[in-house]
C-alpha cells in the first residue's frame, strides 16, 4: 500500500467523521427519537411504531404463524382413535374454575377453556393458570350473544376478535387457538373471521346441559349415553351456579379412563373427520 501524502490524510479523516455522523443520525432516525425511542419523533417527524405484543403457545415459548386453519367447525379428537375433547365454556369463575382445573390437574386431563372476554380480563390470574397447567384457550365472544348469527357481520367480527385480544391480553400473549360461538350460533362470515385469526371454529358432540343444572347424576347419564355422538364434551365453569359440574366432572373422568378413553384436543389444523 502506498503511504499517503498530509493532505490525503486529511480528507481520509475528514470523510471517515462525517461517515460516523451519518451513521450515527441514520440509526437515530430508524428508531424513532432518542434512546428512549418510545414514541419520541424522529428525524422525518414520524413516531416509531409501537410493537404488538408477541403471542405466545401455551409453553410460553413464541407462538408459529398459523397457516390455513380450516373454517370448518371442528369436532375431532387430534389423537384420533378413542381419545375425547373435554371443553368448558362461559368462564373463568373465581369460584368454579379453579375446581374445574384441581379436578383435570388430579386425572392428568387437559381441556379446552372457552372464554369470555370480559370475564378473561377480570380474572387473569385463572386464564394464566389454565394455560400454565397445560390448557388450550378458546374464544366464547365478548357477550355470550346467542343471536350473533342474526346481527351484522361487523358486529360478529367485533365479539370475535374483542375477546380474543382481551383473552390473550389476560394470557400474557398466549395465543388463542379456538373460536366457540355461543349456543352455536355459528355463520360463514364469523367462521371465516375466526379461521383468519388463526381460531378453528369449534363444536361439540355432547351437550350435558349442565347449564340448566339437571342434577350432578343427569350430567353424567348425559355423558354415557350421548359419547357415541362424538369425542367433543361440553361443560360449563361460569354462567351460574356449576356445583352439579364440579360434582359430575369428578365422576365422568375416571368413567371415561374405565372405558378405555384417553383425552385429546380437538383438531385444528387439519380437516374434521368423523
Not at 43 to 67: E, F, I, M, V
Not at 94 to 120: S, Y
Not at 188 to 196: G, V
Amino acid at each position: 500500500m502506498r503511504r499517503m501524502g498530509k493532505y490525503t490524510a486529511h480528507v481520509a479523516v475528514l470523510a471517515s467523521a462525517v461517515g460516523i455522523s451519518l451513521a450515527a443520525w441514520g440509526a437515530t432516525a430508524l428508531v424513532g427519537g432518542d434512546a428512549g425511542g418510545a414514541g419520541t419523533p424522529g428525524a422525518g417527524g414520524a413516531a416509531a411504531p409501537k410493537l404488538p405484543a408477541q403471542r405466545t403457545d401455551g409453553a410460553n415459548r413464541p407462538a408459529k404463524p398459523t397457516a390455513g386453519v380450516p373454517e370448518g367447525i371442528a369436532h375431532a379428537a387430534e389423537a384420533g382413535g378413542r381419545a375425547v375433547n373435554i371443553t368448558i365454556d362461559d368462564g373463568p369463575d373465581p369460584r368454579w374454575t379453579p375446581q374445574m382445573l384441581d379436578i383435570l390437574k388430579q386425572n392428568d386431563v387437559k381441556a379446552v377453556f372457552c372464554m369470555i372476554g370480559p370475564q378473561a380480563k377480570r380474572h387473569p390470574e385463572l386464564v394464566r393458570r389454565v394455560v400454565a397447567e397445560g390448557h388450550r384457550l378458546c374464544d366464547h365472544t365478548m357477550t355470550h350473544d346467542t343471536a350473533m348469527d342474526r346481527k351484522p357481520v361487523a358486529y360478529q367480527k367485533r365479539q370475535i376478535l374483542d375477546a380474543r385480544k382481551l383473552i390473550e391480553e389476560a394470557a400474557g400473549g398466549v395465543e388463542v387457538q379456538y373460536y366457540r360461538a355461543p349456543g352455536g350460533a355459528f355463520t360463514p362470515d364469523s367462521r371465516k373471521i375466526a379461521a383468519a385469526a388463526g381460531m378453528r371454529p369449534l363444536g361439540w358432540n355432547v351437550d350435558t346441559k349442565d347449564f340448566e343444572r339437571p342434577g350432578a347424576a343427569a350430567i353424567v347419564a348425559t355423558v354415557k349415553g350421548e359419547l357415541s355422538n362424538g369425542p367433543t364434551i361440553l361443560f360449563h365453569d361460569g354462567g351460574g351456579d356449576r356445583s352439579q359440574t364440579v360434582t359430575a366432572l369428578r365422576q365422568v373422568l375416571p368413567w371415561l379412563k374405565e372405558q378405555g378413553r384417553t383425552f385429546s384436543f380437538p383438531v385444528r389444523t387439519a380437516p374434521d373427520t368423523p
